[in-house]
């Protein structure tokens, strides 16, 4: 509990300094994400992970970006796991652009009767084709989601914080990149399939342009075979 308490502080950190300017959009959706994360268990204690998410945007009408994900997790209790995984990441927004990110994972999860919290850290190195040398991101995110009686639904919140830890030549630089604040409700169809939708804000750090918020309405259906 106390790493997850201090993992909640660095993250409620970066939605305080949020600039004023970010509140004055009217309330839209910028974005529509879809979102399949599947877990196939090859053993009692690994999985194989796969993710398809594309992504589309109102103010930008037609796809913005598509992102392929595949992992290998190792569980070894039920409150901890590691994964190592492969991103493929392909922008259509200003302009055609491809990303491919490598990344190791911590997640810490506890369940207290009918709430979950779990606590995730990972890291990336992204590599842009055409541009020279490796960019190094940390993630760090905390979920939480509360049954609702012994009904199916559930509530579910999460916060999650960007950081890139390097200066990248014609790439990303060194600072908070964007931070991620869900909220949402969740539907278990069966025991193996769940869907959750809900609405996201993510606020964007930029260094040659305004900071930016954008609005996103987050769709996912989660399987478990």
């Given at each position: 509990?106390?790493?997850?308490?201090?993992?909640?502080?660095?993250?409620?950190a970066p939605l305080l300094a949020v600039p004023a300017r970010a509140?004055?959009?009217?309330?839209?959706?910028?974005?529509?994400?879809?979102?399949?994360?599947?877990q196939f268990r090859a053993s009692e204690k690994v999985k194989i992970l796969a993710d398809v998410s594309p992504r589309f945007g109102f103010k930008d009408v037609?796809?913005?970006?598509?992102?392929?994900?595949?992992?290998?997790?190792y569980q070894p209790r039920k409150t901890v796991s590691y994964a190592l995984g492969f991103d493929t990441v392909d922008n259509y927004l200003p302009t055609r652009s491809h990303e491919n990110r490598l990344w190791q994972q911590l997640q810490l999860?506890?369940?207290?009767?009918?709430l979950t919290i779990s606590a995730r850290w990972r890291l990336e190195e992204r590599y842009f084709v055409?541009?020279?040398?490796?960019?190094?991101?940390?993630?760090m995110m905390l979920k939480a989601s509360r049954q609702l009686g012994k009904s199916?639904?559930?509530?579910?919140?999460s916060d999650e914080l960007f950081v890139t830890m390097n200066n990248m030549v014609d790439g990303p630089v060194a600072g908070i990149d964007r931070n991620r604040l869900f909220a949402g409700v969740a539907v278990a169809?069966?025991?193996r399939r769940t869907v959750?939708?809900?609405?996201?804000?993510?606020?964007?750090?930029?260094t040659d342009a305004d900071d930016e918020t954008r609005r996103q309405l987050v769709v996912q259906l989660a399987s478990n075979f």
């Amino acid at each position: 509990m106390r790493i997850m308490s201090l993992l909640f502080a660095c993250l409620l950190a970066p939605l305080l300094a949020v600039p004023a300017r970010a509140a004055e959009k009217p309330f839209l959706l910028d974005q529509i994400w879809l979102q399949a994360p599947t877990q196939f268990r090859a053993s009692e204690k690994v999985k194989i992970l796969a993710d398809v998410s594309p992504r589309f945007g109102f103010k930008d009408v037609g796809l913005n970006q598509f992102l392929v994900r595949t992992a290998i997790q190792y569980q070894p209790r039920k409150t901890v796991s590691y994964a190592l995984g492969f991103d493929t990441v392909d922008n259509y927004l200003p302009t055609r652009s491809h990303e491919n990110r490598l990344w190791q994972q911590l997640q810490l999860q506890r369940r207290y009767q009918q709430l979950t919290i779990s606590a995730r850290w990972r890291l990336e190195e992204r590599y842009f084709v055409g541009t020279p040398g490796v960019s190094l991101r940390q993630r760090m995110m905390l979920k939480a989601s509360r049954q609702l009686g012994k009904s199916r639904f559930s509530l579910v919140g999460s916060d999650e914080l960007f950081v890139t830890m390097n200066n990248m030549v014609d790439g990303p630089v060194a600072g908070i990149d964007r931070n991620r604040l869900f909220a949402g409700v969740a539907v278990a169809i069966d025991r193996r399939r769940t869907v959750e939708a809900g609405y996201r804000l993510e606020y964007i750090n930029k260094t040659d342009a305004d900071d930016e918020t954008r609005r996103q309405l987050v769709v996912q259906l989660a399987s478990n075979f």
